[in-house]
């Protein structure tokens, strides 16, 4: 069993940086995929980015390229989310999510893939 725990939300100002921190405890970090999703009130989680278990190879929503990185450190079992430039339309509650399965042609990216979660952290950017 899996536990994360997010850290880093906060309020910022359109076009300011905030980085997230998920550390996790109770197995082999270095198996998982690691994944960040959002969600906002009424709408469903939506994927933002993930990374493979060696830290290799990531991926992200369209709508995030080029301005989130995502990173992981498995000897610190933590996985990073920096966020710059962001948009009021990044506002939401981030989670941290693992999966102990994973694909060798395509990334998950839908919820039901991830197998873990953590309790979220909210983000919120004033225009």
């Known amino acids: 069993q899996v536990q994360l725990v997010e850290s880093g939300g906060g309020l910022v100002q359109a076009g300011g940086s905030l980085r997230l921190s998920c550390a996790a405890s109770?197995?082999?970090?270095?198996?998982?995929?690691m994944g960040w999703f959002r969600q906002v009130p009424g709408k469903e989680r939506e994927f933002v980015a993930a990374?493979?278990?060696?830290?290799?190879?990531?991926y992200y929503t369209d709508s995030v390229k080029g301005r989130f990185t995502i990173s992981r450190a498995n000897t610190k079992n933590t996985v990073w989310l920096q966020m710059n430039t962001l948009k009021p339309e990044d506002t939401g509650v981030y989670y941290c999510?693992?999966?102990?399965?994973?694909?060798?042609?395509?990334?998950?990216?839908?919820?039901?893939?991830?197998?873990?979660w953590g309790q979220g952290t909210q983000v919120t950017v004033s225009s």
């Open positions: 109770g197995g082999t970090f270095s198996r998982y995929t």
């Open positions: 999510a693992a999966s102990a399965t994973s694909s060798p042609t395509n990334f998950f990216t839908r919820a039901n893939e991830y197998d873990y």
């Open positions: 990374i493979r278990a060696t830290g290799f190879s990531t």
